[in-house]
């Protein structure tokens, strides 16, 4: 088994389980107890989770807001965030959209009034904010909603349903919206499953977006998907530019796009 494959496998037990033992990854996964032990450590240095004698546990961090909450919070960034994402966006393109954030629905609706795309999501909200009927038939958009197991708080799906079918497709583009975005954690998410969703479209993608209002840039949530190297442009509102954060963050990514005031 790939080390990549296995730390997928840690990952998704810890977000089962809640917690995991060595023991039990050895048996699960088939190898070494040495192994393992190299995997937690170097899943800790990337902020996936917490050692403890004898495993390992979720890493603490502020919780989430429920997303009914943070789809009411900081609209005029978000829509300028949005505005400046879809203007990346070339006709006939494939994106990848994930769930769980207000900014990838609000772009969603945004990239309805274009022609000709294809968007794949996990989330209900982007699919039916993408996918109404003059997106559908007059732009000739396609939606497509990936299966997996339904997160009602988040409206989306995850596991490895979801995971297997996003490694399906190949995309031009990805849209990401992180809990949080920081130059040495780079992006993280609160939701280990979410965090799986955003690594697999990153894989499968040849061009990497994160977008982030300021309210997001210094914070490290539990699980990191990607360090700021690893995407192609960062988009934050114009907030951002008095957020102390920033430098480091434009320092640590190739480009950083700031959206004008709304």
């Not at 968007?119 to 909603?145: C, M, Q, W, Y």
């Not at 995407?231 to 957020?243: F, G, H, K, L, M």
Request: some cysteine; charged content about 25%.
């Amino acid at each position: 088994m790939w080390q990549e494959e296995r730390r997928q496998r840690i990952r998704s037990m810890l977000a089962t389980f809640g917690n995991i033992s060595v023991d039990r990854v050895t048996e699960e996964l088939g190898v070494s107890r040495e192994t393992v032990r190299r995997d937690l450590l170097e899943l800790e240095t990337e902020g996936a989770l917490k050692r403890v004698r004898g495993g390992a546990l979720p890493t603490e961090s502020p919780h989430e807001a429920p997303y009914a909450i943070r789809s009411t919070v900081r609209l005029r960034e978000k829509q300028a965030i949005a505005g400046v994402a879809a203007s990346l966006v070339q006709p006939g393109s494939v994106l990848f959209l994930d769930g769980g954030s207000s900014t990838t629905a609000i772009l969603a609706e945004r990239l309805s009034k274009l022609s000709g795309l294809v968007v794949i999501t996990n989330s209900v909200d982007v699919a039916t904010r993408f996918g109404a009927p003059h997106s559908l038939e007059k732009r000739r958009n396609r939606a497509v909603l990936i299966g997996g197991d339904f997160n009602t708080q988040a409206a989306a799906t995850f596991g490895p349903a979801a995971i297997n079918e996003i490694h399906r497709y190949s995309a031009d583009l990805v849209f990401l919206s992180p809990f949080g975005l920081d130059a040495a954690a780079g992006a993280t998410s609160y939701d280990p499953g979410e965090a799986e969703i955003a690594r697999a479209m990153l894989a499968r993608a040849k061009r990497r977006v994160l977008l982030a209002d300021h309210s997001k840039l210094g914070t490290v949530s539990r699980v990191s998907y990607t360090a700021l190297a690893g995407v192609d442009q960062i988009v934050v509102d114009a907030r951002a530019e008095q957020n102390d954060a920033l430098p480091a963050i434009r320092a640590a990514c190739p480009e950083v796009l700031v959206a004008p005031r709304g």
